[in-house]
């Protein structure tokens, strides 16, 4: 039976406080039935779940779109929910029944309708030392009362802030989320959250509160003395809106009434901890009847409306709790838990004591060579708790505006016995949907995976940071695109780039260079490294490719403009990039002594990425059928192009730059020509064996090394490179008991001494970018260009030596996408596949013979659901619909 399921709103199942005003839909089709095709759809939009008045209609159209369909004619109003259902007829003409109904509720559309003022102190109490690090400024509490009157039909908050904030109403917290309203570019962009409080009201008075901190808005950011980067003082914004039965409405906004206190947290920042005094909490300080007389009116905070929108990210939320596995007596006498795993979030813990007894906990992620716990790798972040008890009754705690990269925690002052079962760690990262796995037959692969999953966990907290631990945890553009095509794999990424992406526009300098950072937080020479400024262009393609979503592209277009152009002006040719500061191959292992910088020419990185980022803009500007930029680019790529192979190829097709990376970047980015391209396959092998067949790259060149063996024909130097255990390799970590991706392929070194102690995060995603080769090369689920989004899906497995089977599953915007592979008793192999609803797709049997391959049993002809069939040289092509297949030869 065909049936339309999950439908989404701008990738959310029912969104509240939506901020687009010509939303988008999309839905999967279920069906039992192999190559099941959409042939029409029809939309519904109301605003009641029954539909009874339905207020626009798409009326029956004839198409297959399902992903991003624009409901074209409908003017949306600010806080509105709107009902939506669908019904799709297939190519057969079989019709499904009506979807169940799913709804979208705008947020405030309309800057005009904010009423709210900004509030915070009047006078801060805060301390200044000679460093920022010891800043200290107590969180304050905001409190209002206010009256609800009968027949309350609905209730929304609209809230944000400068700092961070919380919200609790009548004694109950609001909402699941964490550090809102998130990390944005502050001047340009504050996001607004909906929360749905309408079962929270009661009849008769009531209460709001809020707590503030100073998160990324005000605190202490990167490693050079920065704080206030934004301003100077914290503030909430918030706007409450009650709808009675009787068609009346109540709003409670953010204003001089409000009254404000000191609240029991004396110091949070983002790295340095939390410091929290329990004898100085107020009971019922959110309470309806709670005696605020000796409060003090607030303090309102000048600041413009402009820069609000509504939440565009997933939030940031909660989620494993991870009990610790060990307690440690150190070498020192120290007192240490071990959780098993290097986690982001904190620790929630429980205690007993005598008022006033303080205890402390430290976090790191690695204890030394000797066992004790080292904490040198976090240079000036504190990562302390410092916990005052009030006495009496065993209390529990955890923190609320700061976060740890952590393992390992310090415990000092806590009463003995220390029972494990008081301590437990809280994973937080930003709320995307789980989309993909990985797992084969080779138990040291699989826990790379795990790395690779924890590191984006740990790192995907609101933005795309590259370590969450140190004094640092920035928005690092160029590990960004380096890892994003695999973080699509195993999330769903769309929204968290989107408002990332927007970030990144609203940073650009004027000239079009890009930060090294978005968020940008350093200072105005900071900004415009090849490969890392590509990621104005690399990211929102990256969310096409695998979403399909064209308005990405829409919006970032005159950013991707503006970054090619801006590369176009910096060369002494304008078609080489052979001026300015660049990161090079960054951490690559054939650096010089004493720097971080590989050897691979700085110049030919730059002209290399240049011509990438303008073959990307021109494929962009023809996808959003701008075919005068289109040809404009296209040139500008072929200049570029000549350019570069007069710079940095001889007459014969030899590369003048002998490195690994150069030989990977030239042949990744098709820039090289056929004679070139065959002298840089044999370079780049021939340099592998002269390293016993370990990589030399550093960030540039390692998210491709892969790549290009296995597409150039020599999958098993991938797979060998794959397999190496011993420094440097992916394998070396996990041997040394990693459980995430290090920024140093040996941050702890054989003899278990550390690499630095001023750059050695244990929790950095970019090498992780080897998990895109497993998904894309060792399991072959992959996308077609021309189709993006899975419309078409490529199947094409690549087993090698070292693998007797290997899965890979995605849950596409379609629907799963199956890939296992496996190898049989008798020499033979199997493969299952799973295609879903409403694509189609290339499946390639490596090395499979037409005469002896089968589907369930039957030749290959004759199976339903396959449309075409080819023997090639590598084995057969099949061209299928969707469904389930099993095949073997």
Same mark, same amino acid.
């Given at each position: ?142 409190? #209002? ?107 409670? $906004? ?105 205890? $402390?906990?430290?976090? &790191? ?67 995307? &949907? ?184 021109? #494929? ?99 797979? #060998? ?169």
């Amino acid at each position: 039976m065909l049936q339309v399921i999950e439908l989404r709103c701008e990738y959310k199942r029912n969104p509240l406080g939506l901020d687009v005003k010509r939303p988008r839909v999309s839905w999967k089709l279920s069906s039992e039935e192999r190559a099941v095709v959409q042939g029409a759809y029809e939309i519904e939009v109301a605003g009641s779940p029954d539909f009874s008045a339905a207020e626009w209609s798409s009326g029956k159209v004839q198409s297959d779109q399902s992903l991003h369909v624009g409901l074209t004619g409908l003017e949306v109003v600010s806080r509105k929910r709107y009902h939506y259902r669908v019904r799709v007829w297939a190519a057969s003409g079989e019709a499904s029944e009506w979807s169940e109904p799913a709804w979208f509720e705008t947020g405030v559309l309309d800057k005009s309708e904010w009423s709210a003022k900004w509030i915070g102190v009047d006078k801060p109490e805060e301390q200044w030392k000679n460093r920022p690090d010891t800043y200290v400024e107590r969180s304050p509490l905001l409190r #209002k009362s206010f009256e609800v009157g009968q027949g309350v039909k609905r209730a929304r908050i609209y809230a944000t802030a400068l700092g961070l904030y919380e919200l609790e109403l009548n004694g109950a917290r609001v909402g699941e989320d964490y550090f809102t309203p998130g990390w944005t570019s502050y001047k340009h962009r504050i996001q607004v959250q909906a929360y749905d409080i309408t079962p929270m009201l009661e009849e008769g008075e009531n209460a709001i509160g809020a707590m503030l901190g100073n998160g990324w808005y005000k605190g202490p950011l990167a490693w050079s003395d920065h704080y206030c980067l934004y301003g100077t003082r914290q503030a909430l914004f918030l706007q409450l809106h009650i709808e009675y039965e009787d068609g009346s409405e109540q709003t409670i $906004v953010s204003d001089e009434s409000w009254r404000t206190t000191a609240s029991q947290i004396l110091m949070s920042e983002i790295y340095h901890g939390e410091t929290y005094d329990a004898r100085l909490e107020i009971p019922g300080w959110s309470k309806p009847g709670y005696d605020d007389g000796k409060w003090e009116a607030v303090a309102i905070v000048e600041q413009s409306n402009d820069p609000l929108i509504m939440q565009e990210n997933d939030p940031v939320r909660r989620f494993e709790e991870i009990k610790p596995i060990e307690l440690i007596k150190t070498p020192l006498g120290e007192t240490v838990l071990d959780l098993g795993q290097n986690m982001v979030g904190w620790l929630k813990f429980a205690v007993r004591g005598e008022a006033g007894a303080e205890v $402390v906990v430290h976090h &790191a992620e690695v204890l030394d060579k000797d066992g004790n716990f080292y904490t040198d790798n976090l240079r000036a972040a504190k990562q302390e708790i410092r916990y005052t008890l009030k006495g009496g009754e065993a209390e529990t705690y955890e923190p609320r505006f700061s976060f740890q990269g952590f393992r390992y925690v310090r415990l000092t002052g806590f009463p003995e016995p220390i029972r494990l079962e008081d301590f437990t760690g809280v994973v937080l990262h930003t709320d995307m &949907a789980p989309t993909g796995s990985f797992a084969c037959s080779d138990p040291l692969v699989n826990q790379l995976q795990h790395n690779i999953e924890w590191g984006l966990k740990g790192n995907f907290l609101d933005v795309p940071t590259d370590c969450p631990q140190r004094d640092e945890r920035l928005g690092w553009t160029g590990d960004a695109q380096m890892f994003i095509r695999t973080a699509a794999h195993l999330r769903n990424i769309a929204p968290f780039f989107t408002k990332w992406s927007r970030d990144l526009a609203a940073d650009q300098r004027e000239d079009g260079g890009v930060p090294f950072v978005i968020p940008n937080v350093l200072d105005e020479n900071s900004h415009s490294s090849s490969a890392w400024g590509d990621a104005a262009v690399i990211c929102p393609w990256t969310i096409y490719l695998c979403y399909g979503d064209k308005r990405i592209l829409e919006e970032q277009y005159e950013s991707m403009v503006g970054w090619v152009e801006y590369i176009r002006k910096q060369g002494d040719d304008e078609h080489l990039w052979n001026t300015g500061f660049h990161f090079g191959d960054w951490l690559g292992l054939d650096s010089k002594p004493d720097t971080y910088i590989g050897a691979t020419d700085r110049d030919y990185i730059a002209t290399a990425f240049y011509a990438y980022s303008t073959s990307l803009l021109q #494929k962009i500007a023809e996808t959003l059928g701008k075919r005068e930029d289109a040809d404009k680019y296209a040139g500008l790529y072929e200049r570029i192009v000549y350019a570069f192979h007069r710079e940095f190829v001889s007459p014969s097709g030899r590369l003048t730059v002998p490195t690994q990376t150069a030989q990977v970047l030239g042949l990744m980015f098709g820039i090289l020509d056929e004679q070139a391209k065959k002298r840089a396959e044999k370079k780049l092998l021939e340099l592998l064996e002269e390293s016993k067949h370990h990589l030399t790259t550093g960030f540039v060149g390692t998210p491709y090394l892969n790549h290009v063996l296995t597409d150039s024909g020599h999958n098993d130097a991938a797979y #060998k490179l794959l397999f190496q255990q011993d420094y440097p390799s992916w394998l070396y970590q996990v041997t040394k008991g990693a459980t995430t991706i290090w920024e140093h392929w040996d941050g702890i070194k054989e003899d278990g001494s550390f690499w630095s102690k001023d750059m050695n995060s244990f929790n950095h995603y970019a090498y992780g970018a080897i998990g895109d080769w497993l998904y894309r090369r060792v399991a072959g689920i992959d996308t077609d260009e021309q189709a993006a989004g899975y419309k078409k899906i490529h199947v094409r497995p690549q087993p090698g030596e070292g693998l007797d089977w290997a899965e890979a599953r995605l849950e596409t915007m379609y629907g799963e996408v199956r890939s296992y592979w496996k190898r049989t008793d008798n020499g033979g192999m199997e493969l299952e596949a799973t295609i879903p609803a409403n694509t189609t797709a290339e499946i390639k049997l490596p090395n499979a013979k037409l005469e002896t391959a089968k589907e369930s049993g039957s030749r290959l002809e004759a199976a339903a659901g396959i449309a075409s069939v080819r023997q090639e040289e590598d084995g057969v092509t099949l061209t299928v619909g969707s469904g389930r297949y099993s095949f073997s030869w």
